[in-house]
């Protein structure tokens, strides 16, 4: 049982280059989340979702976009690079009250 | 609006001392509110929870907290720091629907040998 995963780990982008950041769990939780962490900010919410091919804004969603095809994953995708979002960014799950998270990509745009 | 409060950005203790960090919430209902901690470079680990019943709550790592309704405070305690306790600590609020979670801006714990 390997819980939430995300890859990659650490990454570098240019100022207007895309990626996607992978999140998967295997716990069957049907809640699922994006958190950016920022020094002295906390974590903040970007996206969620509960269940499959349902999905939501959270606090700061702008420049990002995310899916839910399956139960099991829940993809970032950034369109645009921006220098703004320099972040470690975490993933999570939840069955029913209780989140649980992923280890988390740190991002850099230069 | 829902809101966490942890009033120390960081905090430095001795080993074997002991430990009180500070979150105060505000919430119209009942809060069901949470301890994580974040050791360097890795991901958030919940140590504990209090959605109701008794009001100290045992977490995982001899932590436990004790939620005061009269001061709208959910404060962690540990009763003798190791140094691995090291770490940042964050407290949260669960947040309207889908279980989201409101967080405070951490607190970074040091432990001096």
């Known amino acids: 049982n390997a819980g939430v995963t995300q890859t990659p780990k650490f990454r570098i982008l240019k100022i207007g280059q895309s990626m996607t950041l992978q999140c998967t769990q295997d716990?069957?939780?049907?809640?699922m989340y994006w958190y950016r962490q920022d020094p002295g900010m906390g974590l903040k919410l970007i996206y969620y979702s509960v269940g499959a091919g349902i999905t939501d804004k959270g606090e700061v969603p702008n420049g990002y976009n995310v899916s839910r095809s399956t139960t099991e994953d829940f993809p970032l995708r950034l369109e645009l690079a921006a220098p703004s979002q320099t972040s470690v960014y975490f993933c999570?799950?939840?069955?029913?009250?209780?989140?649980?998270f992923g280890p988390g990509t740190r991002l850099t745009v230069l | 609006a829902q809101s966490v409060t942890q009033p120390d950005i960081h905090i430095t203790v001795s080993e074997g001392a002991s430990l009180e960090l500070r979150c105060n919430y505000s919430?119209?209902?009942?809060?069901?509110l949470f301890w994580y901690v974040q050791s360097p470079g890795q991901g958030l680990q919940l140590l504990l929870k209090y959605f109701s019943g008794d009001t100290l709550v045992q977490g995982i790592k001899g932590f436990e907290a004790e939620f005061k309704r009269s001061q709208s405070s959910f404060n962690l305690r540990k009763p003798s720091v190791h140094w691995s306790d090291a770490a940042e600590y964050f407290c949260a609020v669960l947040t309207g629907t889908a279980s989201k979670l409101t967080f405070g801006t951490g607190t970074r714990l040091q432990v001096t040998l």
């Open positions: 919430y119209g209902a009942t809060p069901y």
């Open positions: 716990m069957n939780h049907n809640y």
């Open positions: 999570a799950s939840s069955r029913i009250d209780t989140q649980y």
